[in-house]
């Protein structure tokens, strides 16, 4: 079955201009090889560790494993390890019961219970507090947890894929990373190339980007000449299919040619740019970028193409900026 649906995903032009699985299939050899080792993943239902930078589609290959497997009806539970709040994270993760903590007025299940048949997804899964992975451990050896609160474990039935930036191998050298919870995680490691190694590619999510973004702002699909092609294809893509994604989208958004970071934007298809102050050129920008990067300053640099603390100061001459037309 696994196979018919990988199959099917064999042409981008056969998918809806939104379905994010047309990223996972490509003309590099590599996503090939990637594609096969997850629909044996999703099938025997192991703990799957993805990997590879920042943009690279990590979670939608996540999401096409659950699509993939038994558990497909079950619940598909993402949860960012870099956001658990330090005082809280047992609980949100594990459970506790009533009264276990200043403010515990209830019980709550914990994103392993609430998954329960179903898949945890770990993203960032490098940056799990240290004191937390034994019992992380713990859930996948002997598949329970234990509340917060309480002395009697639970089980659970959850398939584990987590998903990091990191390497892991580093992590656990350093000391920062158990290395029997390394080597669980990573029963089947599903390693992303960055885009920069996928050149043949960049055509294809060109084209489904263009297409997603047309029917989204009510445009005509751009086409990209053979310099433009060229130029896509030449450049570093730092941050990757995301990078991609937002360099299309904002062209759309601001009626114009594409441009990587660094070039000069033109007209497209006779179409003017509209007039926009500085200001608000660099305000929709920057807001864009932290949308696409959740947040992550960090991230979000590497869209716009500039150094983090250059990010940083435009955040906050924007926010004086916005202060300063406030007061008048």
């Known amino acids: 079955m696994a196979s018919v649906v990988l199959n099917s995903l064999s042409s981008f032009e056969q998918l809806p201009p939104d379905d994010p699985a047309s990223l996972l299939i490509g003309r590099d050899p590599t996503v090939s090889r990637i ?21 690279t589609g ?4 996540a999401r096409m494993l659950h699509r993939l497997g038994p558990r497909t009806g079950a619940p598909f539970i993402p949860v960012n390890c870099a956001a658990l709040t330090p005082t809280l994270a047992e609980s949100q993760l594990f459970g506790h019961e009533r009264g276990a903590f200043t403010g515990a007025a209830g019980a709550s ?3 392993f219970r609430a998954g329960h048949k179903g898949i945890v997804f770990l993203d960032e899964v490098g940056d799990m507090p240290l004191e937390l992975q034994p019992k992380l451990l713990r859930v996948l050896q002997e598949g329970e947890v234990t509340p917060v609160g309480s002395p009697h ?7 584990v894929i987590a998903a990091t930036n990191r390497r892991l191998d580093e992590e656990v050298a350093e000391g920062r990373f158990r290395e029997d919870l390394y080597y669980r995680l990573n029963l089947v490691e599903l390693r992303m190339p960055p885009l920069r190694n996928r050149i043949a590619d960049i055509p294809l999510f060109i084209d489904f980007f263009s297409r997603k973004f047309a029917a989204r702002y009510n445009q005509p699909v751009w086409k990209p000449d053979e310099n433009a092609l060229r ?13 991609l994604s937002y360099v299309l989208e904002q062209s759309y958004v601001l009626q114009c040619e594409p441009a990587i970071p660094g070039q000069t934007r033109v007209e497209a298809d006779g179409r003017q740019l509209p007039f ?18 959740r947040g992550h300053k960090g991230r979000a640099a590497k869209l716009l193409g500039v150094h983090p603390n250059t ?14 037309a406030e007061c008048n």
């Open 153 to 159: 474990p639970v089980k659970v039935d959850v398939q």
């Open 276 to 293: 926009m102050d500085l200001y608000r050129l660099r305000r929709a920008a920057v807001e864009q970028a932290l949308r696409t990067a």
């Open 35 to 55: 594609a096969h080792h997850a629909e044996r993943a999703a099938q025997v239902e192991c703990t799957v560790l993805i990997t590879g930078e920042t943009g």
């Open 58 to 61: 990590k979670e939608i290959w």
């Open 109 to 111: 299940l914990g994103v």
């Open 311 to 324: 990010m940083t100061r435009l955040i906050a001459q924007l926010k004086d900026s916005a202060s300063d």
């Open 231 to 243: 130029t896509f294809c030449e450049y570093s893509w730092p941050g990757n299919i995301r990078q």
